[in-house]
């Protein structure tokens, strides 16, 4: 398992993130925002072209690391963002593209992500799956449920999840916060 956290647990804190990147670059905003949202690997969020999202109900892929099919729908918050954001591009071209109109590749992802985490002074360890990490604590939070998060995942055993989430420490932390013999 890689040892990265959360973007934050906070969601004050995702939202100060995502204020830095929006002052950066609308691509970058776009990458964080989708990533912290839908929970895919970097790998599969930076593969995904303008029509695998535009008019579209749900994404479908084929994950790169597990070869597996996922398909899932897009939230209300994420449908008026892709939408401005595939306005006037060819279906054909990657939805986030480098500066020199390449696709974005993985190492430039990690620093644009790290510099606006720093940026808002979180001092957590950033890493490329920290968007993914991030949407699963607080998908985990909302709706307590390890079994559909691990099915999202593709995770063997939903005790895998909750290590990967970091609630399995969460849990172990509160029970030494109030065991007191």
């Known amino acids: 398992m890689r040892n990265e956290e959360y973007i934050d647990r906070n969601k004050s804190d995702i939202k100060k993130v995502e204020k830095i990147l929006a002052s950066q670059s609308q691509r970058d905003l776009k990458l964080f925002v989708l990533g912290t949202n839908c929970g895919l690997r970097i790998s599969d969020l930076l593969a995904l072209n303008v029509g695998d999202v535009r008019n579209k109900t749900h994404i479908q892929i084929v994950e790169k690391k597990t070869g597996k099919f996922k398909k899932f729908p897009i939230n209300n918050r994420l449908k008026p963002i892709i939408e401005v954001f ?28 790290r510099d606006a985490c720093e940026k808002a002074g979180l001092q957590e360890k950033i890493g490329t799956h920290s968007m993914r990490k991030t949407f699963g604590y607080h998908h985990y939070k909302q709706f307590k449920d390890a079994v559909i998060l691990q099915k999202i995942f593709s995770h063997s055993t939903p005790q895998i999840t909750l ?19």
């Open 86 to 113: 595939v306005k006037g591009r060819r279906n054909a071209e990657p939805l986030f593209l480098s500066h020199w109109r390449h696709r974005l590749d993985r190492v430039a992802a990690y620093y644009l992500i």
């Open 163 to 181: 290590r990967y989430i970091g609630i399995e420490q969460d849990q172990i932390d509160y029970s030494y916060s109030d065991f007191i013999i």
